[in-house]
């Protein structure tokens, strides 16, 4: 993963920053709390590819 895309998207719902999940090779919204898959390295920022998660799921 390219840190240098990472600090340029956002999120296409809140257009908030996103994190990378690096154990699953995911963007994480935790406003939306949403998960954007990334597939050969490019994040698929598409509201409707976005994956529910639960907060049990997160980092604190
Ligand atoms: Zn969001």
Known sequence: MNHKLLEIVACPMCQGRLEYDKGNERLICHFDHVAYAIEQGIPVLLAERAE??????EKE
């Open 52 to 57: 529910p998660i639960f907060s049990q799921e």
